[in-house]
């Protein structure tokens, strides 16, 4: 769920300090059964953290999480 999400990313950040962090919103392909709205989406995106859409039934959006979560690892300050 979103509050489990929340409560990892704040734990590794407390653990580790900042880390890059990718919203991967899973099962695409149902999204009339998301509990997730258009408000929780933006509420994640306004913190600046990238949200993407993902089915693991079609594989879509897969590649390019894997492709952000690269890219802002290689631009991390270490």
Known sequence: TLDIALR?????TDELGPVP?????NKHDRQAEWELTDQDLAELAQ????VLMSSAKTGAGVEEAFDTLARALTQSPT
């Open 8 to 12: 990892i990313q704040q734990s590794v």
């Open 21 to 25: 962090f990718v919203v991967l919103v």
């Open 47 to 50: 913190r600046g953290w990238p």
